[in-house]
């Protein structure tokens, strides 16, 4: 028989709402309506399915500082995390929220109204305390932290909700369970004690050996449940992620383990993090839960330190266990022994024995991982999401003054990367872009830098799918062009090219009077001459067409893509 839900009844709001669904839908029309961010969207999943029982809403302010200061909800119920529903002040006016008034919940993506929400309260939170309370330092190093100061919105909306449909998903559906169908699928299968198995990085021998030991020594299935909603930013996408896990699942002996993937939005909150993961998996009908050492927890603080103690998440869950009614498992390092080919937990390798292992910042650096470490399989899987730097997009970012020779220096080395032929090549040129993309954009410094977000995107989108990208905007301000730099980074190589002609030598060779006419007040907001221009201070490469050709600079660009392994071979 599988676990009893946390608080003793599964608060499947779906089930409970299905025959009011029409009527909630046709109310929901008529009603004010907010769109929800991602994590809003993961967290409301996990109210509406159940896997954040007891909640039945997001919660009210009594709730949320009962949950900071004790980790228990105002009735008593055992509960660390906020879960919070966050406004702006000019929603909460426009919308005219107050106590007492329903709100629609709307999917940002399709607009489809997921749920009504019947407001019990609206409060703006002291974030300083919430991050101190809840992730033990109000660090912005921290990434829940710096979302919590950033990214929520001032007010804090409280009360219950009606539930009219679940996100809609499209990918992976079959591995999608709520909890009141894994508890079914774990009774047609006949499973009575499940050790849940919590991952958001790829899984390689080292994971399953593990999980069966646990299962092994406390006579349970394996339930493989990784998080596919936020992560840690930086992590793995979820769907290579998946495919990983699918391609692990028939190392397993047969019938011992199941896959289901959980919408979860983490907060990598170390020890309060694992005692609610624990909630979670007990509410999906788990008995047993792997809890890792640093288990969610987010690396080091501003001062290089790690935010949480090895073992504070095992510790903390530890304290809670007769009223959690999970049995934690703690994560048992294991490593790899050559002479025997086999995986031992790390205190059961004799003294003196030779063992292997690779750390998490040496496989992302390596081309090939070895057999011992994992699959063959999982590791096709990894290459084809990682590739080489010789296969992956990169974007060279020219920028400088009007006339400083970028956007020659850009068309030239459009041919030069064209004639090696390695890969299709993309220019971007400021004018281009205006002229395509930008027709109603001024030159006004919010204009300025909507047209370099613009040029970000599209680099980024070829750049992601390993194609080569020049782009020369004059991008004057340096706020944009690190924004660009964050944008185009998350999918391939950036290098920042600051084409430092100097200004004089920029006006003294404009053949067309455009600069006259600037100096004349006849064109107003020109970088150089009534507008600033941000020189960058640490450009991958400074160059300057009053000094060097055109050829020389190409060159110079070559040898730096070279260096940095994106074209050539090795």
């Known amino acids: 028989m599988s676990n009893a839900p946390h608080g003793g009844s599964l608060k499947d709001l779906v089930s409970r709402d299905l025959p009011r669904q029409a009527g909630l839908k046709l109310a929901a029309a008529g009603l004010p309506s907010i769109l929800l961010t991602e994590r809003n969207v993961c967290d409301l999943e996990l109210i509406l399915n159940g896997g954040f029982s007891p909640l039945e809403g997001f919660l009210n302010k009594a709730d949320y500082d009962s949950v900071l200061q004790n980790m228990r909800l105002a009735d008593g119920s055992l509960w660390p995390m906020p879960i919070n529903l966050d406004v702006s002040q000019e929603q909460v006016k426009t919308l005219r929220l107050v106590p007492g008034a329903r709100l629609a919940l709307r999917d940002p993506i399709d607009d489809a109204a997921l ?6 309260d609206i409060y703006a939170p002291d974030k300083h305390r919430e991050a101190a309370l809840v992730f033990g330092a109000d660090d912005i190093a921290h990434p829940a932290v710096h979302y919590l100061h950033n990214s929520i919105k001032q007010f804090y909306i409280g009360g219950k909700l009606e539930a009219i449909q679940l996100p809609a998903h499209y990918d ?27 991952t958001r990085n790829p899984m390689h021998r080292a994971h399953r050996e593990l999980t069966v030991r646990a299962a092994r020594e406390r006579q349970c299935n394996v339930l493989i449940h990784p998080v596919v909603g936020m992560t840690k930013p930086g992590d793995i996408d979820h769907y290579t992620r998946v495919r990983v896990y699918k391609a692990i699942l028939p190392k397993y002996p047969q019938g011992m383990a199941a896959l289901s993937l959980l919408p979860l939005a983490m907060r990598m909150g170390g020890p309060r993090e694992a005692l609610w993961h624990a909630i979670i998996r007990k ?9 890792g050492r640093d288990h969610a927890g987010p690396g080091k603080n501003s ?6 103690g090895p073992y504070d998440a095992q510790e903390l869950v530890a304290r809670y266990k007769d009223e959690l009614h999970i049995e934690v498992v703690p994560f048992q390092m294991v490593a790899y022994v050559a002479e025997t080919d086999e995986y031992y937990p790390e205190d059961q390798v004799p003294a003196g024995t030779k063992t292997l292992n690779i750390s998490g910042t040496e496989l992302r650096r390596r081309l090939k991982i070895p057999d011992w470490f994992t699959y063959p399989d999982v590791q096709k899987i990894l290459r084809s999401q990682n590739p080489p730097r010789g296969k992956q997009g990169f974007t060279v970012f020219l920028t400088g003054y009007w006339n400083s020779g970028a956007s020659v220096i850009a068309e030239a080395l459009q041919v030069v990367l064209n004639q090696d032929g390695q890969r299709p090549t993309t220019l971007l040129k400021g004018e281009t872009i205006r002229s395509e993309l930008s027709t109603e954009l001024g030159f ?6 909507t047209n370099v977000h613009r040029i970000a995107f599209v680099a980024g989108e070829v750049t992601k799918c390993g194609g080569a990208v020049i782009a020369a905007p004059i991008a004057p301000y340096a706020g944009a062009r690190q924004a ?19 200004l004089e030598y920029c006006i003294s060779t404009d ?12 064109i107003k907001g020109f970088t150089g001459i009534d507008d600033p221009y941000e020189a960058p201070e640490n450009p991958n490469l400074r160059v300057d067409a009053s000094v060097h050709s055109v ?7 070559i040898l730096l893509l070279e260096k940095e392994g994106y074209i050539g071979e090795r």
Request: with cysteine.
């Open 444 to 449: 006004s410094k919010k204009d300025r830098d």
């Open 172 to 198: 992976y559906v079959e591995n999608r369970y709520t909890p009141a169908e894994l508890r079914a699928h774990f009774r047609k299968l006949n499973w009575t004690r499940v050790v849940a198995f919590q």
């Open 283 to 291: 509410n999906y009908g788990c008995t047993h839960f792997i809890i």
């Open 484 to 502: 660009a730099k964050k944008t185009i980074s998350e999918h391939g190589g950036f290098f920042l090219v600051h084409v430092a002609t100097p």
């Open 551 to 557: 050829s020389q600079i190409v060159h110079e660009i």
């Open 115 to 120: 749920a009504i929400l019947t407001i019990d």
């Open 511 to 522: 053949r067309t009077g455009t600069y006259a006419k600037a100096k004349a007040g006849q």
């Open 303 to 308: 001062q290089g330190v790690d935010f949480y």
